[in-house]
């Protein structure tokens, strides 16, 4: 199995800053895309932001300019960090990652169980 833990979540003010982290584990060959998701009661999950093994990043549009992806790969670890924080931006953060597995070399995908990040003063 391919586990994925999420860190960071937590209370902050509005235009304060958090940092998520997001670390896989497991029987893990490569790790391809990596990503970050968030839900919010009555909603469906969103995609909050996407990294690939390369480096290209891709942001919904209600986050660019205030969140940053990034991955270390050394560390099978992706981050992000959130800046601006809004109100808005209360939600439920989940990690997903894909890539290939050991040994079989099967594809996966795995998600978080998720951390709770609320912007509130």
């Known amino acids: 199995q391919v586990q994925l833990v999420e860190s960071g979540g937590g209370l902050v003010q509005p235009g304060g800053s958090l940092r998520l982290s997001c670390a896989a584990s497991g029987m893990i060959f490569r790790l391809d895309t990596m990503g970050w998701y968030r839900q919010t009661p009555g909603k469906q999950r969103e995609l909050v932001a996407t990294?690939?093994?390369?480096?290209?990043?891709n942001y919904a549009d209600s986050v660019k300019g205030r969140f940053t992806i990034s991955r270390d790969n050394a560390k099978n670890t992706v981050y992000l960090q959130m800046n601006m924080l809004k109100p808005e931006d209360t939600a439920v953060y989940y990690c997903?990652?894909?890539?290939?597995?050991?040994?079989?070399?099967?594809?996966?995908?795995?998600w978080g169980q998720g951390t709770q990040v609320t912007v509130s003063s």
């Open positions: 997903n990652a894909a890539g290939l597995r050991s040994f079989v070399k099967n594809y996966f995908q795995s």
């Open positions: 990294i690939t093994n390369g480096g290209a990043t």
